[in-house]
């Protein structure tokens, strides 16, 4: 078998994931992004709307179209902020907390799967690399000029 690089075996599991995912949400009218936002959302408190996008790993515009879609179908509702009068709390409505708890269902559903499949020295040695490959990503110098024109 031919090496596959470290990214694309990544990226490939990534979009077979994200795949099953959203095959998953269609069948509620939802996507990833929706299940992913609501389970980023505090169910008592909410969250301010500037750190949701950081903590879903999500651009602004998109976060701006998914919120709107989810507003659209009465998943949250937008709140002033009581500690920043300039912020808004995005917050989940009676039918949203209901979403939430079918995406934390199928997120359970989808890692006991994948538990059931592998040993737990397994697991620790997959979280034991993503965070290697973590941590060289935020360290911004795993690509110096010097390494590249070797």
Not at 44 to 70: H, N, Q, W, Y
Not at 94 to 114: M, W
Not at 133 to 144: H, P, R
Request: net charge positive; charged share 30%.
């Amino acid at each position: 078998m031919q090496y596959q690089t470290i990214d694309h075996v990544l990226r490939a599991t990534w979009q077979a994931v994200a795949k099953m995912y959203n095959e998953e949400a269609a069948k509620y009218g939802a996507t990833m992004a929706t299940g992913l936002a609501l389970l980023s959302i505090d169910a008592e408190d909410g969250v301010p709307s500037t750190s949701l996008g950081p903590r879903m790993g999500m651009e602004a515009t998109s976060l701006s179209r998914t919120l709107k879609s989810m507003e659209e179908k009465g998943l949250v509702r937008r709140e002033p902020n009581p500690e920043d009068g300039r912020g808004v709390l995005i917050k989940l409505t009676q039918e949203g907390l209901e979403k939430r708890k079918l995406s934390k269902s199928l997120v359970k559903k989808f890692n006991q799967a994948i538990e059931k499949t592998i040993t737990e020295s397994e697991l620790k040695a997959f979280h034991k690399v993503a965070d290697v490959i973590m941590s060289k990503l935020e360290d911004k110098s795993t690509f110096t000029l010097k390494e590249m024109s070797a």
